[in-house]
């Protein structure tokens, strides 16, 4: 095992290091010269010049990409353009927020998710299984801007159930109180899609020979379902989970955005917004970072879920 997470941590570093060069030189010949952007319109030669040196950007490209790799590596990326706050203060100060958000809806739209997959495959071909089929591909098709007003209108404005939007200083109030709407309308946006998603993984499952094998010895049909067939969907249900991670975290800008969360999806768009381009540069490459690390979880958790799968 720790074999096996050594070479797949050395298998890492080409990746990243192929990451950290796109980002580099997407944002010095793509995001054009930040000299422009920090001096404003009304600047002269002499303090875009100034501004040039002192970012390190009229040093040759290779210095520059060497400076951009050891920020990295040091956690360090100096400070925001907009704010004059450490991008590292930055990053870690939102990362809370966003937590406090995405670890409860991951844990309960899994749960939910799959145990409605697995009800919705008992019945399999019924007018219930078609009727939840419908009623999926309906609340897939509706954006997640209608879901934000229609929730916030009613459970918030009208019925003051929630807070309209807001975040306070206590852990605890933050994921009962201001959370807690949130976390509702992701539920209800992402349910549908993942039900869907596990109700085929599940039905692959019960068409295998070991299901047959099991139903000719006579073990109920609720076993096969919840324990031989959950353990084997488990794996592809595991691989969908991680790898959305990460990106729950920039994709929940909107939620954000809508309920004033000061989480990192809604500092990725106030970062775009300002051409904050220190923060925009940490938060990419630490979200690439995060999505390959959770690929490693992934496999070491399929050995957890079944010790018959093999690591290579």
């Known amino acids: 095992m720790t074999a096996y997470i050594l070479r797949r941590l050395w298998q890492m570093l080409p990746t990243m290091l ?32 100034n501004i040039r040196t002192q970012l390190g950007i009229d040093q040759p490209y290779y210095i520059q990409l060497w400076i951009f790799i050891k920020q990295i590596v040091t956690f360090n990326f100096g400070t925001s353009w907009s704010t004059g706050e450490s991008v590292a203060n930055v990053i870690l100060t ?7 958000v995405l670890i409860p809806l991951t844990i309960l739209e899994t749960l939910i998710a799959v145990a409605l997959a697995l009800a919705v495959a008992f019945v399999r071909g019924s ?18 801007l209608v879901y934000i007003i229609l929730f916030q209108y009613w459970f918030a404005y009208k019925l003051g159930m929630f807070p309209v939007q807001g975040w306070g200083n206590s852990f605890w109030e933050n994921l009962f109180h201001y959370s807690a709407l949130p976390i509702l309308i992701m539920l209800a946006v992402s349910i549908a899609p993942s ?21 000719a010895k006579g073990v109920k049909e609720r076993r096969i379902l919840w324990v031989h067939v959950l353990r084997n969907a488990a794996i592809p249900i595991i691989t969908n989970v991680m790898s959305n991670l990460p990106a729950l975290l920039i994709g929940a800008f909107l939620i954000e955005r809508f309920f004033s969360i000061p989480g990192i999806g809604r500092e990725v768009i106030l970062a775009v917004e300002r051409s904050d381009f220190p923060v925009i540069k940490a938060i990419t490459i630490y979200v690439a970072a995060a999505t390959m690390i959770f690929n490693l979880l992934t496999d070491l958790l399929y050995q957890a879920v079944d010790p018959r799968v093999q690591l290579k």
């Open 18 to 49: 192929g990451v950290i060069v796109l980002v580099f030189f997407l944002f010095n010949w793509v995001g054009g010269d930040p000299a422009y952007i920090l001096a404003g319109k009304m600047s002269n030669p002499q303090q875009i010049a």
């Open 94 to 100: 939102r990362l809370g927020p966003s937590m406090t």
């Open 127 to 144: 007018k219930t299984d078609r009727a939840v089929m419908v009623a999926c591909t309906v609340g897939m098709s509706i954006s997640i």
């Open 195 to 215: 039900l869907r998603l596990y109700r085929t993984f599940v039905l692959d499952e019960v068409n295998q020979d070991y299901v047959r094998t099991a139903r």
